[in-house]
């Protein structure tokens, strides 16, 4: 989630490729049929401007948790991509991930509270804890998610000033690895233990190359006793200049987001831009592009691994998302992993995440070309 910088700083982007931009390529939000789609569905904002430029109605009150409509048809679109039931009054549409990630922090926890990530993860969620007045604290991931052992032993050291456990729980950024459904019940079970909450990153929950065999950390919670804030985007799947998002939460934690002071006054944020594009998501045509969007990167995605692996570097095969994980063998490019993890800050200064998104096939053979000739 969130803006990486615009520009290379390892390399020129003449010679190396622009590997670090977290974005997807022009290409992917021009498409003709994208284009058609979403003007039928602002034609329906059109038509009903009643409510969605208002704070709310009459029968419902204010939209504090987002339009009712939108959340009900978020949750029919929902119920079709997990193929589970998804209740409208577990949703709440919030201004993209980052947004969901930042209130469920300035809900649930208090200025000097610990919280733990994995190491490396995405680094400008630290950025956000720290606004928070929080204490960063970190363990090691697995070839199957978080290292669980090494999470419960900081639980124990640190006597209940743990509050939060963060984890980019599918698809991680910058790894790409999934957690796994045994660590998914593990975690929740030491949430109740040490009486923590769970913010679980799913930015990338339905972008797959292959089905990923894991629903949201929201599913293995426990409704008498709620522990996960799990966080959706519709940034990776249409742009990221699309700024809607939810949260995904039982009742008891999501009720509280809505107090907080900026909602509170100026109520929910994306009323306007979540009807936009609710008949995008009512009519199927947002699940055809993502259908779309999925096969451009899973294409996208094996030509880099491929090539990487032909240069005698050892790349993740990521099954999902936006990222290749590699470490460099000479000359690098991308983003590094310096600051992806805290101690010591240059843990993976030698790995590279490369963004394969961004560029278009003939950049990332170039790209690799240029990591190939100092081998």
Not at 6 to 33: C, N, S, T
Not at 74 to 89: C, G, I, S, T
Not at 301 to 313: D, H, N, S, T
Request: glycine share 8%; charged share 25%; net charge neutral.
């Amino acid at each position: 989630m969130g803006a990486d910088e615009p520009a290379a700083k390892r390399l020129k982007p003449a010679q190396a490729q622009d590997f670090i931009k977290g974005w997807p390529h022009p290409a992917l939000l021009e498409k003709p049929e994208l284009k058609d789609a979403l003007s039928k569905s602002f034609k329906h904002f059109l038509e009903n401007t009643g409510t969605f430029l208002n704070y709310g109605d009459k029968e419902n009150g204010a939209y504090m948790l987002g339009h009712p409509e939108f959340r009900k048809v978020l949750a029919e679109f929902l119920n079709k991509q997990y193929d589970r039931p998804v209740d409208w009054e577990t949703l709440m549409s919030t201004g993209g991930g980052s947004m969901g990630i930042d209130i469920a922090t300035r809900v649930h926890s208090n200025a000097g509270d610990v919280v733990v990530s994995e190491s490396p993860t995405y680094f400008l969620a630290h950025t956000m804890f720290k606004n928070r007045g929080l204490n960063l604290m970190e363990v090691p991931i697995e070839s199957d998610g978080m290292d669980l052992n090494a999470l419960e032993q900081k639980l124990v050291e640190q006597g209940g000033k743990v509050k939060l456990v963060y984890t980019v729980s599918v698809h991680h950024n910058p790894t790409g690895i999934t957690l796994s459904n045994a660590k998914r019940e593990k975690l929740l079970a030491l949430a109740k233990k040490h009486d923590f909450k769970i913010i679980s990153d799913e930015a990338y929950q339905l972008l797959n190359f292959e089905p990923s065999g894991v629903l949201p950390l929201f599913y293995h919670d426990d409704p008498a006793d709620p522990r996960v804030i799990s966080v959706g985007t519709l940034s990776k799947l249409i742009g990221p200049g699309t700024k809607v998002g939810w949260i995904q939460a039982h009742p008891k934690l999501l009720k509280p987001l809505a107090a907080i002071g900026f909602i509170d006054s100026g109520n929910n944020p994306v009323i306007m831009a979540s009807g936009m594009l609710m008949e995008f998501l009512r009519s199927g045509d947002l699940a055809k592009h993502i259908e779309f969007v999925s096969k451009e990167l899973r294409e996208k995605c094996a030509l880099l691994v491929r090539e990487l692996k032909e240069a005698g570097l050892e790349p993740n095969s990521p099954k999902g998302g936006y990222f290749v994980w590699v470490k460099s063998k000479g000359k690098a490019t991308g983003r590094s992993g310096k600051g992806m993890s805290l101690d010591p800050p240059d843990k993976f200064q030698d790995w590279m995440r490369l963004c394969f998104a961004w560029l278009d096939e003939e950049q990332i053979s170039e790209g690799v070309r240029f990591l190939r000739s100092d081998l």
